[in-house]
């Protein structure tokens, strides 16, 4: 079928979203409707925002939709009103009805942001890096009503930096996917290309992520905070508590040259204690290893470079 015949509804929400839709747009496919969450209120002042893929939708032509749920009968009628040849998601944020699923032609292919059956859910990619995976990907599928349990289409890997953060991989992966979801659609719609069941004995389960999640101690490994810190920055953010006070840590490093950064008296302090303070170089003690802090919030404060605010730190004095 020529791309310009092909009916597709669109259905994402965020950056992710956004580079999808964007490709198929650019590839000349026919988007008939972009359905993405409602508007939502961001910042301090809680100002009305409207989701990346809605922006991009309305720039180019594309009629939006945005259902509070796909679970309504006026929901369904109107996705059915376009008869639509094929939908695409891509981190919409909800599970799909059966009823949804069944009035494409071809059915739903999905864009998931992991090499499936590992991390299904809300959050493969902080959880990827949380947990230090040096490789991720995403998987295109055939979706059915489960989360994340459909036909593998296709797949790509995409190799994760040690330090990098979610949004810089997120992006990266977003790329991946816009790169290859036109000839994936092509090949699916001329029956080019078989979809394969996934070993649900190898799933793992990626749940959203908790705000309590960002909380991490001194006494931890030191690649095992630089994890946290770099799969939470965006939000809610890696930190420490002491008493009532939170500090937070934004940006870090694990720090490998420790015999030549850190002085030989300080090489068994306590964890959370500080043991070079100078310049850019704000280094902490860990339960195993040191971490350099690059990034910071201090209680009550704004986010901090450590080259602006090293100076305030006492080496071989508790970091908070």
């Not at 310009?4 to 026919?30: H, S, W, Y």
């Not at 809300?122 to 295109?140: C, K, L």
């Not at 931890?220 to 008493?243: C, F, Q, T």
Request: hydrophobic share 40%; charged share 25%.
């Amino acid at each position: 079928m020529d791309r310009r015949d092909l009916k597709i509804i669109f259905m994402g929400t965020p950056d992710f979203a956004g580079t999808n839709l964007k490709a198929l747009i650019d590839a000349g496919f026919k988007v008939v409707l972009a359905v993405c969450q409602p508007d939502k209120p961001v910042g301090r002042k809680h100002i009305l925002t409207a989701p990346p893929v809605k922006v991009l939708a309305l720039e180019n032509g594309v009629e939006v939709y945005q259902p509070d749920s796909l679970r309504t009968e006026e929901a369904l009628s109107r996705l059915a009103s376009y008869t639509p040849d094929l939908i695409v998601t891509a981190a919409y944020g909800k599970i799909l009805p059966q009823a949804v699923l069944d009035l494409p032609v071809y059915g739903c292919i999905n864009c998931h942001g992991s090499l499936l059956p590992a991390r299904r859910g809300a959050s493969p990619v902080q959880r990827a890096i949380m947990e230090g995976d040096a490789v991720t990907g995403v998987t295109f599928m055939k979706m059915d009503a489960g989360m994340d349990t459909g036909d593998m289409i296709d797949r790509v890997e995409v190799a994760i930096d040690p330090n990098e953060h979610t949004e810089s991989l997120m992006n990266r992966l977003a790329g991946a996917s816009a790169d290859k979801l036109p000839e994936i659609i092509d090949k699916w719609v001329n029956g080019d290309i078989a979809a394969e069941k996934q070993d649900d004995t190898k799933a793992t389960s990626c749940p959203p992520i908790r705000p309590e999640e960002g909380e991490f101690s001194w006494s931890e490994d030191a690649l095992a905070i630089h994890n946290r810190v770099r799969a939470l920055s965006a939000w809610p953010g890696a930190y420490v508590m002491k008493d009532d006070k939170k500090l937070k840590v934004l940006d870090s490093e694990v720090v490998d040259d420790a015999d030549q950064m850190i002085p030989g008296e300080l090489m068994s302090s306590a964890p959370g204690t500080v043991v070079r303070a100078k310049g850019e170089n704000l280094i902490v003690k860990c339960g195993n290893g040191y971490i350099k802090v690059k990034e910071l919030q201090q209680p009550g404060g704004k986010r901090l470079s450590a080259r602006d605010c090293a100076h305030n730190f006492a080496v071989g004095s508790p970091v908070i």
